[in-house]
């Protein structure tokens, strides 16, 4: 069971930027792909983005592409989502998954993680 714990959120004001942390118990966490999901009041959860096993290859949705980067340090069995130029409509909560994958494969939807941390709250405003 990996157990993930999440830090980093706060109230910014726009153009702001944040640095999200997903730390992992897990000593295998290279095992693992990660995706950083979002989830505002009265929306659906959505993957803001992902990022394979190793990190070498990331996905993130169009409207936080250019602003938002997802990286690991599995030395540190961490997973970082630097957010830039934030905007009001990026306040939610923030989750960090992992689900364990074969190398190079990523995950968009929430189905496929089964680890979940509590999640983060990050809150853009003027």
């Known amino acids: 069971q990996v157990h993930l714990v999440e830090s980093g959120g706060g109230l910014v004001q726009p153009g702001d930027s944040l640095r999200l942390s997903c730390a992992a118990s897990?000593?295998?966490?290279?095992?693992?792909?990660v995706g950083w999901f979002r989830q505002a009041p009265g929306k659906e959860r959505e993957v803001v983005a992902a990022?394979?096993?190793?990190?070498?290859?990331?996905y993130y949705i169009d409207s936080v592409k250019g602003r938002f980067f997802i990286s690991r340090d599995n030395a540190k069995n961490t997973a970082y989502l630097q957010m830039n130029s934030l905007k009001p409509d990026d306040t939610a909560l923030f989750y960090c998954?992992?689900?364990?994958?074969?190398?190079?494969?990523?995950?968009?939807?929430?189905?496929?993680?089964?680890?979940w941390g509590q999640g983060t709250q990050v809150t853009v405003s003027s």
């Open positions: 998954a992992a689900s364990r994958t074969s190398p190079g494969i990523y995950y968009t939807s929430p189905r496929n993680y089964e680890h």
């Open positions: 897990e000593h295998t966490f290279s095992d693992y792909a």
């Open positions: 990022i394979t096993r190793s990190g070498g290859s990331a």
